[in-house]
């Protein structure tokens, strides 16, 4: 399912979820440029291995760095538009600094999990997805009867379907697969971070209700 647009109205201008998007951008720009004496991916991905490393304490700044370097245009065009669609109304709701704090943390939390499934990896993990599945899960909490205009593909072309819907298919998938990914024998290196999305859908979902909504001032 491919979410297309919601008609959720916001009156902030989310200078944050702008901001985000652009320095996605930039990074992925930067990568392709491929400077013969640094590669963003190779410095700042995340590997989990690389964390029990004592004598290095540069690898624990990939918990953060990773979230804005991505694999190619393919990845980064997926993860920026589920933040432009979901992103803009939890900033409306948050408030832009909050947002910033909220979205850090939903990507730590992403971390985190995905870290403690496996800890000896040494498989980079890059993408915004981890925090952008909390965007998801603060979604779910605010607005889980907001309509999400969704391309469905085999049943009909667009479906108006609830939010919960939407991110209880979604949640369920990433867990289903993340579980498969576990009990499977075949080798996942560069696969997908599963067990990232669910932890920043559930981190998400959590600091949403922890952070308090703030009111939009009117224009």
């Excluded at 000896?120 to 965007?135: E, R, T």
Aim: glycine share 10%; proline share 7%; aromatic share 16%.
């Amino acid at each position: 399912m491919l979410p297309l647009f919601d008609v959720n109205p916001h009156r902030r201008t989310p200078v944050v979820v702008v901001t985000f998007v652009a320095a996605n951008v930039v990074a992925l720009g930067a990568e392709a440029l491929q400077l013969p004496q640094m590669s963003l991916r190779s410095d700042w991905a995340l590997v989990p291995a690389a964390l029990w490393q004592m004598s290095d304490p540069r690898p624990w700044a990939t918990v953060f760095t990773h979230m804005f370097l991505h694999a190619g245009w393919v990845h980064l065009l997926g993860n920026c538009w589920f933040l432009w669609l979901f992103g803009n109304n939890i900033e409306d709701r948050l408030g832009h600094v909050r947002f910033v704090v909220f979205y850090l943390l939903s990507g730590l939390g992403a971390a985190a999990l995905q870290v403690l499934f496996g800890p000896k990896s040494l498989v980079p993990m890059v993408g915004a997805s981890g925090a952008i599945s909390g965007v998801l899960g603060a979604y779910l909490r605010y607005f889980p009867k907001a309509p999400i205009f969704t391309l469905v593909p085999f049943i009909v072309p667009i479906v108006p379907i609830p939010a919960f819907v939407f991110a209880g298919y979604w949640f369920m998938f990433q867990f289903w697969q993340g579980t498969g990914a576990l009990l499977s024998t075949r080798s996942t290196e560069g696969g997908v971070a599963w067990w990232a999305h669910v932890g920043g859908f559930v981190a998400g979902f959590w600091l949403a209700g922890v952070m308090r909504p703030t009111k939009a001032k009117s224009k």
